[in-house]
Structure formats: structure tokens, C-alpha cells
């Protein structure tokens, strides 16, 4: 009891317990960037191998050992070595290795110290924007799936139903006890969420026989919609959309290909349903403004 009075009258205790808590939560996200992907190959690969009545193989022998997001240990993707405690404290052990495995000496991705690190400042600034009550919590672990989601979609372009739906529910249930917004504008935020972009899909597919994006984006702005209301679906779409539009250029440029080629939504709606659910009262406001003009 004396802590939590300590962390709701004291902010500044309140921020380093919330950017120390969210620098393991970074690291967390890091292993869950590489093990999500492979668990969805796997469980992929078994369900049509159960389907085509294959039978087992040295490879499915293999695949049929536990790889979740605990087993097995984190190892060295080169030598293999174990991943000690030690070596796993978010970014001192980065630092204190100088970006290499103890064993083998190969270099260690400076993804995994940014990660924790930018976790751990959206994490503060959310935190610090909200204010201490059960609300940051929801907001925190909000934050926390969209930037798992981001990462995943930029390195494989999948958007996993297994953290998008249960995100949309979240929201849901969250703003049924009056977390952020009232639930009807929870729910049609969920409902105008999904099918806006499912029937963009559509008609862009009926008229140039190509699919525009994936279904996974659907389900991400159903779920910014279920936290944020419905009210932030216009602003959330308008600034992905022209974020990704730059982005996909500006990429184009730089490989020097003149056909269009995918590229990831996912991270340029999550970019703008964040802003828009932070700054909610203020871009709800501004569209209203822009669209009464």
C-alpha cells in the first residue's frame, strides 16, 4: 500500500518505476519480434501437413519441440551459446558486451538496445500523459502490442490474428468500464475500424484485380478504433495513408525500382492510431473543425 501511495503522489517515481518496468518489457518485445513469426510458420506447417495426411519427417520431428515465446532459452544465433542472466539486462548488457556475443565475439543487432530503449520512452510519455490509475495500465499495454505489431509487419508483413483480435476485445472491454471513451463509440470504432478498410480492399481489388493490402489491417484499425472511438478512424487512415504513400516513394527512390512493390500498413496505421489516441480531445476537435469548413 505504501508503494502504490508512493507512485500516485510521487510523479517522478512514478515515471522511473513505469521507463525501468518498460525496458524489460523491450526486452521482452525482442524475443517475441523473432519467436511470433516462427511459432505461426510452425503451427502453419503442421495444420497443412495434418490436412495432406503427411507423414513425419526428420523436419517435422524437429519442429515438434516446444518454441514458444519462455522455451527454449534465448542462444547466440551463431555459436549457440546459452544466454546467461547477465547478459540479458536491457541495454547495460548491450553496453557492457560492446555488441558482442561473449563466445563467439559476432555482433549483436543494435535493434535489441533500441527497442528497449524506445520502448521504455513511449512508455514514459505515456504514462506521464495519462497519470497514474488503472487507465495507464490499459494505455501501457496498448502501446506495448502496437509496437510488437509494427515491428512484426516491418520484417514480415504479417499482421498475427492472435494479437490483433485480442487487442480490438481489449479495447472493448476496457472502455466498457469507461476507460477512454463511452463503449457504443468503442464498438462502432471497432465495426467502421474493420470494414472501412475491408471495403477500400474490395473495391480497389474489383477495379485493378490487385489486393491493395492484407487482411491483418483491418483488424488493427478495428482495433485503434475500439480503444480510440470511432471520431479518430478519419484522422488515423488520412495520416497512414500518407505516411506510407511518402515512405513507399522515398523507399522506391532509394532501390531505384520503377514498379511498385508492398510495402508494410501496418506500422503507418499504428504510428497514427497512437498519436490520434493520445491526442484524442485535440485531433477529434481538428477534424471536426476541418470537416464543418
Same mark, same amino acid.
Given at each position: 500500500?505504501?508503494?502504490?501511495?508512493?507512485?500516485?503522489?510521487?510523479?517522478?517515481?512514478?515515471?522511473?518505476?513505469?521507463?525501468?518496468?518498460? #525496458? =524489460?518489457?523491450?526486452?521482452?518485445?525482442?524475443?517475441?519480434?523473432?519467436?511470433?513469426?516462427?511459432?505461426?510458420?510452425?503451427?502453419?506447417?503442421?495444420?497443412?501437413?495434418?490436412?495432406?495426411?503427411?507423414?513425419?519427417?526428420?523436419?517435422?520431428?524437429?519442429?515438434?519441440?516446444?518454441?514458444?515465446?519462455?522455451?527454449?532459452?534465448?542462444?547466440? $544465433?551463431?555459436?549457440?551459446?546459452?544466454?546467461?542472466?547477465?547478459?540479458?539486462?536491457?541495454? =547495460?548488457?548491450?553496453?557492457?558486451?560492446?555488441?558482442?556475443?561473449?563466445?563467439?565475439?559476432?555482433?549483436?543487432?543494435?535493434?535489441?538496445?533500441?527497442?528497449?530503449?524506445?520502448?521504455?520512452? =513511449?512508455?514514459?510519455?505515456?504514462?506521464?500523459?495519462?497519470?497514474?490509475?488503472? $487507465?495507464?495500465?490499459?494505455?501501457?499495454?496498448?502501446?506495448?502490442?502496437?509496437?510488437?505489431?509494427?515491428?512484426?509487419?516491418?520484417?514480415?508483413?504479417?499482421?498475427?490474428?492472435?494479437?490483433?483480435?485480442?487487442?480490438?476485445?481489449?479495447?472493448?472491454?476496457?472502455?466498457?468500464?469507461?476507460?477512454?471513451?463511452?463503449?457504443?463509440?468503442?464498438?462502432?470504432?471497432?465495426?467502421?475500424?474493420?470494414?472501412?478498410?475491408?471495403?477500400?480492399?474490395?473495391?480497389?481489388?474489383?477495379?485493378?484485380?490487385?489486393?491493395?493490402?492484407?487482411?491483418?489491417?483491418?483488424?488493427?484499425?478495428?482495433?485503434?478504433?475500439?480503444?480510440?472511438?470511432?471520431?479518430? =478512424?478519419?484522422?488515423?487512415?488520412?495520416?497512414?495513408?500518407?505516411?506510407?504513400?511518402?515512405?513507399?516513394? #522515398?523507399?522506391?527512390?532509394?532501390?531505384?525500382?520503377?514498379?511498385?512493390?508492398?510495402? $508494410?500498413?501496418? $506500422?503507418?496505421?499504428?504510428?497514427?492510431?497512437?498519436?490520434?489516441?493520445?491526442?484524442?480531445?485535440?485531433?477529434?476537435?481538428?477534424?471536426?473543425?476541418?470537416?464543418?469548413?
Amino acid at each position: 500500500m505504501e508503494v502504490i501511495t508512493l507512485l500516485e503522489t510521487n510523479s517522478t517515481f512514478f515515471l522511473v518505476v513505469v521507463g525501468l518496468f518498460s #525496458l =524489460l518489457v523491450g526486452s521482452f518485445l525482442n524475443a517475441a519480434i523473432y519467436r511470433i513469426p516462427i511459432m505461426l510458420q510452425n503451427e502453419w506447417r503442421s495444420e497443412c501437413q495434418e490436412l495432406l495426411g503427411g507423414e513425419s519427417s526428420s523436419e517435422n520431428v524437429q519442429n515438434s519441440q516446444p518454441f514458444n515465446l519462455f522455451v527454449p532459452r534465448s542462444q547466440c $544465433p551463431h555459436c549457440g551459446h546459452m544466454i546467461t542472466a547477465l547478459e540479458n539486462i536491457p541495454v =547495460l548488457s548491450y553496453l557492457f558486451l560492446r555488441g558482442k556475443c561473449s563466445s563467439c565475439k559476432t555482433g549483436i543487432s543494435i535493434q535489441y538496445p533500441l527497442i528497449e530503449v524506445f520502448t521504455a520512452l =513511449l512508455s514514459v510519455f505515456v504514462a506521464w500523459k495519462i497519470g497514474f490509475g488503472w $487507465p495507464v495500465l490499459a494505455a501501457l499495454l496498448f502501446t506495448w502490442v502496437l509496437i510488437l505489431l509494427s515491428l512484426i509487419d516491418a520484417k514480415t508483413m504479417l499482421l498475427p490474428d492472435n494479437l490483433t483480435l485480442p487487442l480490438m476485445w481489449m479495447g472493448i472491454a476496457v472502455n466498457y468500464f469507461s476507460g477512454f471513451v463511452d463503449l457504443q463509440s468503442s464498438v462502432l470504432g471497432a465495426m467502421f475500424g474493420y470494414l472501412s478498410l475491408w471495403s477500400l480492399f474490395h473495391v480497389f481489388k474489383l477495379i485493378t484485380g490487385k489486393e491493395g493490402m492484407g487482411y491483418g489491417d483491418f483488424k488493427i484499425l478495428a482495433a485503434i478504433g475500439a480503444w480510440g472511438g470511432w471520431q479518430i =478512424l478519419p484522422f488515423t487512415v488520412f495520416v497512414a495513408s500518407f505516411l506510407g504513400a511518402i515512405f513507399g516513394i #522515398l523507399w522506391m527512390i532509394i532501390q531505384r525500382k520503377k514498379d511498385s512493390q508492398a510495402i $508494410p500498413f501496418g $506500422p503507418w496505421l499504428a504510428l497514427a492510431g497512437f498519436v490520434a489516441f493520445i491526442w484524442r480531445d485535440e485531433v477529434v476537435l481538428a477534424m471536426t473543425n476541418y470537416f464543418m469548413i
